[in-house]
């Protein structure tokens, strides 16, 4: 296969994932559903199994501008293909499904609108085609961000055609949306093989705070900028801060052209000629920070923006991951950063509700936007790796590290752990495991509440009944606030040490990391809640409000090799099933892509690379170097 690649589309080699998915959609469950960033090179997860496919492939695709890209580039390789759709004229379209008829190519084109139309299908399914695939699938999904109705049928389109195989691809990474496209393409769950990847970031320095109202956040916000740019005179790139309304737009862009930065705001409600000058001037570099709602965006790719701030939570995981991607995209450190203050609850209820002026809002989709936001909240407050949660959220978890060694927990759990172990002290780590063992002997009897309940040592009829009260770990953690032994408790959910049963009585229970950290033997890596968190008092100061500085990238790190030595490090760590931190931390690889050490002795002066590790995993590292 790598030789046919070679010759037919001129690429040295297959992406991993996408030999699996290809695998996958030749040989295994046939039905594949591709989620990769976009430019991450999911149209040849389908281009080349068809050119392997005896047949003419089918590629459903909204967008005729792309389209034509592709077919433009198949062709320039040799590859048969050509696009059908309304912007055809009339004759050519002619030819070319004459042409289709006959077997003329490899790969068509065709727009959802026209699979709609009763002749078309009847040709398609002529044809006989070997595999349909639908490129930017999340429009099947009215969860989705562009939704379109001609997708709905796409489910008919599968059934009349029947094809041996079926591919997806899209780059929205939202559970739910994942979830539709499976069940409105007609599939069961299990009938279709989920491939994603790619969603990692390890340049980013991700942060998460919470503040204290509108003084705090203009001084984190600037704090923020003024040290991912550098000084105004001579600014290290670009910053985009992000509001979640144009009012605060104008404020923030006040503030930093007060501080000398080149600043604009941006928001829809400017007229198009100002926003188009903004856009034109950032790309140009004739901007050094522009202050926004999430109406900017599209269509930005400078690569050297060194700072994203967000001083306003916006709605969910997913689009906070997207607007947080825009920085460091040349490879080089950037800072994420989110501000989080109680107000924001009220704000986004507000703005979800907000859609529906004049008729009653759509409970439903209610439930569902305010549940996307309470995920990003949860984001916040959790007390494990940032990278990890994102990874593990949108289920990208071969990609998880296992601590990313830099953003603000990583940092904090190093501070706080010896001899370069990442986790929390011994007092702290002991709390951690009384909370687990509680969640063992409730033996998945009682629900969330009434373990924390049982832990906190409360005195009441029910826990008496249940049988709670004359557990071992009763009170275990009495001298804690039964609402801080809750935060806690979302934090080991979050972090993967508990799950939640999903039956109607949702009951906590260990999972197979939480069985190890309970016995001590995996460290710890979750961040205790702040002693006062809970507390309904109002005007504590928060102990979280320190600003913490993240690890530096070593600057003349090789961010190529880098990313290899993950990718090795990854498959070291699944040859002996253990994390990838076992291998070696991020701080390690980090070391090794920027001095490129050569022989084995050599690599014992590097950060964390002890005798034990070299003996296990050297060689197959200095190969990677050598590589490069
Ligand atoms: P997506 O559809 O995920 O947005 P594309 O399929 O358009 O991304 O691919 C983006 C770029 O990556 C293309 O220029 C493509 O040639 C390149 N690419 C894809 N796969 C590989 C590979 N295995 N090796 C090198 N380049 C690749
Ligand atoms: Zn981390």
């Given at each position: 296969m790598r030789e046919r690649l070679r010759a037919r589309f001129g690429l040295p080699d297959f992406h991993p994932w996408q030999r699996e998915a290809i695998d996958s959609l030749l040989t295994g469950k046939k039905r594949v559903l591709v989620v990769a960033?976009?430019?991450?090179?999911?149209s040849l997860t389908y281009q080349f199994p068809a050119t392997e496919l005896e047949g003419t492939t089918i590629v459903v695709s909204p967008l005729i501008a792309l389209m034509e890209d592709q077919v433009r580039g198949l062709s320039e390789r040799g590859i048969r293909a050509t696009w059908l759709s309304s912007t055809v004229d009339p004759t050519e379209r002619r030819r070319r499904e004459a042409d289709l008829a006959a077997g003329a190519y490899e790969l068509v084109y065709i727009a959802p609108e026209r699979l709609a139309q009763g002749h078309v299908l009847d040709m398609l399914a002529r044809l006989a085609p070997p595999m349909v695939a639908i490129d930017e699938?999340?429009?099947?999904?009215?969860?989705?961000?562009d939704f379109r109705p001609?997708?709905?049928h796409l489910a008919r389109v599968l059934e009349r055609l029947a094809p041996k195989h079926v591919l997806a691809c899209t780059a929205t990474a939202t559970p739910i949306v994942r979830d539709e496209i499976v069940s409105q393409l007609g599939f069961a769950a299990d009938e279709m093989e989920v491939v994603l990847r790619?969603?990692?970031?390890?340049n980013l320095h991700l942060t998460a705070r919470e503040i204290d109202g509108a003084r705090e956040r203009k001084r984190a916000m600037v704090s923020a900028v003024k040290t991912a740019l550098g000084a105004p005179t001579e600014p290290a790139g670009a910053a985009i801060v992000y509001t979640a309304t144009r009012k605060v737009t104008e404020q923030m862009a006040d503030l930093l052209t007060a501080e000398g930065y080149r600043s604009a705001a941006y928001h829809a409600g400017l007229d198009p000629t100002v926003r188009g000058q903004v856009n034109a001037d950032f790309a140009a570099g004739q901007l050094d920070v522009v202050c926004a709602?999430?109406?900017?965006?599209?269509?930005?790719?400078?690569?050297?923006?060194r700072a994203v701030v967000h001083v306003q939570a916006p709605g969910s995981i997913e689009a906070y991951y997207q607007e947080v991607g825009r920085a460091g995209r040349d490879g080089q450190p950037a800072l994420g950063l989110l501000l989080r203050s109680t107000a924001d609850f009220g704000l986004r209820r507000r703005l979800i509700e907000r859609k529906w002026t004049d008729e009653q809002p759509d409970e439903n989709h209610v439930k569902q936007q305010w549940g996307l936001f309470l995920d990003l909240m949860r984001y916040v407050e959790a007390g494990s790796c940032r990278h990890d949660f994102i990874l593990s959220y949108f289920g990208d978890e071969q990609e998880t590290l296992g601590g990313c060694g830099h953003c603000d927990v990583c940092v904090r759990l190093e501070e706080l752990g010896e001899d370069g172990v990442r986790s929390v002290n011994d007092d702290d780590a002991l709390v951690v495991r009384k909370a687990l063992s509680g969640v063992a002997r409730n033996r998945m009897t009682a629900g969330l509440n009434r373990v924390v309940e049982m832990l906190h040592g409360a005195d009441n009829e029910k826990l008496r009944s249940m049988g709670l009260t004359s557990l071992s770990t009763y009170g275990l953690l009495e001298d804690r606030d039964k609402d801080w032994v809750m935060i806690l408790m979302r934090r080991l959910l979050t972090a993967g040490l508990v799950e939640i049963t999903t039956d109607e009585y949702p009951k906590p229970y260990l999972t197979q990391l939480g069985v190890r950290v309970m016995k001590g033997d995996e460290p710890v890596r979750v961040l205790l809640p702040d002693e006062d968190a809970g507390k309904k008092a109002k005007g504590k100061s928060s102990r979280s409000g320190r600003a913490r500085t993240p690890v530096e990238m070593p600057?003349?790190?090789?961010p190529e090799l880098f990313e290899r030595l993950r990718g090795t490090r990854m498959e070291l760590a699944k040859e002996k099933g253990v994390p990838p931190y076992v291998v070696c931390h991020d701080r390690t690889l980090l070391e090794i892509a920027a001095t490129k050490p050569q022989p084995l002795d050599q690599m014992a002066e590097v950060h964390g690379m002890g005798p034990a590790r070299i003996d296990a995993w050297g060689d197959r590292l200095l190969s990677v170097i050598a590589e490069g």
């Amino acid at each position: 296969m790598r030789e046919r690649l070679r010759a037919r589309f001129g690429l040295p080699d297959f992406h991993p994932w996408q030999r699996e998915a290809i695998d996958s959609l030749l040989t295994g469950k046939k039905r594949v559903l591709v989620v990769a960033p976009t430019g991450g090179g999911k149209s040849l997860t389908y281009q080349f199994p068809a050119t392997e496919l005896e047949g003419t492939t089918i590629v459903v695709s909204p967008l005729i501008a792309l389209m034509e890209d592709q077919v433009r580039g198949l062709s320039e390789r040799g590859i048969r293909a050509t696009w059908l759709s309304s912007t055809v004229d009339p004759t050519e379209r002619r030819r070319r499904e004459a042409d289709l008829a006959a077997g003329a190519y490899e790969l068509v084109y065709i727009a959802p609108e026209r699979l709609a139309q009763g002749h078309v299908l009847d040709m398609l399914a002529r044809l006989a085609p070997p595999m349909v695939a639908i490129d930017e699938a999340h429009c099947i999904s009215h969860w989705g961000h562009d939704f379109r109705p001609d997708y709905l049928h796409l489910a008919r389109v599968l059934e009349r055609l029947a094809p041996k195989h079926v591919l997806a691809c899209t780059a929205t990474a939202t559970p739910i949306v994942r979830d539709e496209i499976v069940s409105q393409l007609g599939f069961a769950a299990d009938e279709m093989e989920v491939v994603l990847r790619g969603f990692a970031r390890p340049n980013l320095h991700l942060t998460a705070r919470e503040i204290d109202g509108a003084r705090e956040r203009k001084r984190a916000m600037v704090s923020a900028v003024k040290t991912a740019l550098g000084a105004p005179t001579e600014p290290a790139g670009a910053a985009i801060v992000y509001t979640a309304t144009r009012k605060v737009t104008e404020q923030m862009a006040d503030l930093l052209t007060a501080e000398g930065y080149r600043s604009a705001a941006y928001h829809a409600g400017l007229d198009p000629t100002v926003r188009g000058q903004v856009n034109a001037d950032f790309a140009a570099g004739q901007l050094d920070v522009v202050c926004a709602t999430n109406a900017f965006g599209m269509g930005i790719d400078r690569p050297d923006i060194r700072a994203v701030v967000h001083v306003q939570a916006p709605g969910s995981i997913e689009a906070y991951y997207q607007e947080v991607g825009r920085a460091g995209r040349d490879g080089q450190p950037a800072l994420g950063l989110l501000l989080r203050s109680t107000a924001d609850f009220g704000l986004r209820r507000r703005l979800i509700e907000r859609k529906w002026t004049d008729e009653q809002p759509d409970e439903n989709h209610v439930k569902q936007q305010w549940g996307l936001f309470l995920d990003l909240m949860r984001y916040v407050e959790a007390g494990s790796c940032r990278h990890d949660f994102i990874l593990s959220y949108f289920g990208d978890e071969q990609e998880t590290l296992g601590g990313c060694g830099h953003c603000d927990v990583c940092v904090r759990l190093e501070e706080l752990g010896e001899d370069g172990v990442r986790s929390v002290n011994d007092d702290d780590a002991l709390v951690v495991r009384k909370a687990l063992s509680g969640v063992a002997r409730n033996r998945m009897t009682a629900g969330l509440n009434r373990v924390v309940e049982m832990l906190h040592g409360a005195d009441n009829e029910k826990l008496r009944s249940m049988g709670l009260t004359s557990l071992s770990t009763y009170g275990l953690l009495e001298d804690r606030d039964k609402d801080w032994v809750m935060i806690l408790m979302r934090r080991l959910l979050t972090a993967g040490l508990v799950e939640i049963t999903t039956d109607e009585y949702p009951k906590p229970y260990l999972t197979q990391l939480g069985v190890r950290v309970m016995k001590g033997d995996e460290p710890v890596r979750v961040l205790l809640p702040d002693e006062d968190a809970g507390k309904k008092a109002k005007g504590k100061s928060s102990r979280s409000g320190r600003a913490r500085t993240p690890v530096e990238m070593p600057a003349n790190v090789d961010p190529e090799l880098f990313e290899r030595l993950r990718g090795t490090r990854m498959e070291l760590a699944k040859e002996k099933g253990v994390p990838p931190y076992v291998v070696c931390h991020d701080r390690t690889l980090l070391e090794i892509a920027a001095t490129k050490p050569q022989p084995l002795d050599q690599m014992a002066e590097v950060h964390g690379m002890g005798p034990a590790r070299i003996d296990a995993w050297g060689d197959r590292l200095l190969s990677v170097i050598a590589e490069g």
